[in-house]
Structures are given as C-alpha cells and as structure tokens.
C-alpha cells in the first residue's frame, strides 16, 4: 500500500509541524500530491457524506494570477481587523502577522496552492479534519504548509478564476511546498491552562 510511504511517526510529524510560510519553488512529485489527497480523504466527517472537495493547483500563470488575489485578500483582512494599509503598520514584535505578510508577498510563487472546498456546502468541521490529514501527510513527505483563508472581496474573482460554482463553499487556501526553514516545534498554551477533568475548570492531574 503507497500509505507505507508516510512511515514517520505520527508523534514526530504532530508535534514537528508547524506553520511553514516560507517555501522553495520545487515541484511536488505528483504521486506525492495524490497520496496526501488520498490521505485528506480518509478523514472522519460528518454521516461519511464526504462533502470535502479540493482544488490542486500548480499552473504556474494561475498560481502568479491568484497570488495578486491572495494579497488584496490579506490586507483586506488586515483591514478589517486592525486598519493596517502596509508593512509600517504591522508591530515588529508580531512575528505571525509579519511571516503571514511575507506569505501574502510569496503566494505568487508557491509550487501548489490547495482550496478546501465542500459540496454541497456542509459544516465546516467536516472539512476540517481533512484539511489537518492533508497537512500531516504533507509533513511526513517533507512538505510544508498554513491553512490561510480569503476574504469576501475577493471571493468572486477567486471563483471565477478558477470556475468554482456558488454552490461549493470555500473553507482554506494551503499552499504546499519545501521548506525553507525548518520544520520544528511550535508553541502553544499548556494543557493545563486548556483542558480540565471531569467538570468545566477542574484542574487535570498532570498540572
Ligand atoms: C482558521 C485558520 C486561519 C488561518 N489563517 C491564516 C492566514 O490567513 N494566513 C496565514 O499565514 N496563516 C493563517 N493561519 C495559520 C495560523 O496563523 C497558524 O496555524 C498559527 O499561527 C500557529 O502557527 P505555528 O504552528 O507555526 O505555531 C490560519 C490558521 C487557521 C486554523
């Protein structure tokens, strides 16, 4: 079975998998592409409807045409959440919105952009799950990944670019590539401070 080619443990690529931005524009092998979408599509959802659908992209003069699309989208958003109109705006000590920045400049030259998309337009956690295989399966293969969105301003150009019907719902555009950089651990809160026992705000016995 080609799924004994995603042989790393699942511990490692879990906890080594983080955010990966910065890419080198290396093709993925087509049989690498398909065993990471045959990986997304074993995911649980809800009733087995299987409504995940996703959208491969690795024509070149459509991933440089989506990349202007992608970074009208981001600072769209980054308007909307914070009245930011270019770099100067971003704090520098904000590191995420900084790396996610550089994304919205690099998006033109990823090797492949994946949309998460669902049909019919079904709830977003049965699209999710997949999403999060495809993203490990990726990581096994020494492919990085961010699951990024868009935003409304751009939505009708996104879809017409790439003949998506109003009846399929977008969920997360990701681009896949090479690092570079590294993968590595991330940082989040403890699980002390996000998980309780038995009652909401219990401590857990390993606090
Ligand atoms: C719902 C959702 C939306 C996200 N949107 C973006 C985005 O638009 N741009 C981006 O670069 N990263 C985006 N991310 C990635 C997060 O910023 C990233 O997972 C988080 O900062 C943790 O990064 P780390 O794993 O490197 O620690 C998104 C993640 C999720 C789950």
Not at 33 to 50: T, V
Request: glycine letters at 6%.
């Amino acid at each position: 079975m080609d799924h004994q080619r995603l042989a790393m443990p699942v511990g490692e690529a879990m906890f080594t998998q983080r955010a990966i931005r910065r890419f080198r524009p290396d093709p993925i092998p087509v049989e690498d592409l398909r065993l990471i979408l045959e990986a997304a599509s074993k995911a649980p959802n809800g009733g087995n409807n299987q409504i995940a659908r996703f959208l491969v992209v690795t024509d070149r003069a459509l991933i440089r045409e989506f990349g202007a699309l992608y970074r009208e989208a981001w600072w769209a958003k980054r308007w909307d959440d914070h009245r930011w109109t270019g770099p100067a705006d971003i704090p520098v000590e904000d590191r995420t919105h900084r790396s996610a920045m550089g994304l919205a400049e690099e998006m033109k030259d990823v090797p492949c952009v994946v949309f998460a998309l669902a049909e019919p337009p079904g709830a977003a956690n049965s699209v999710l799950p997949a999403c999060q295989n495809l993203m490990l399966a990726a990581r096994v293969l020494g492919i990085g990944s961010v699951p990024t969105t868009l935003h409304a301003k751009v939505m009708d150009r996104f879809r017409a670019m790439f003949g998506i019907p109003e009846q399929v719902a977008f969920h997360f555009c990701i681009p896949l590539g090479y690092p570079r950089g590294q993968f590595g651990p991330n940082t989040r809160r403890p699980t002390s401070e996000t998980t309780s026992l038995d009652r909401w705000g219990a401590p857990v016995p390993w606090a």
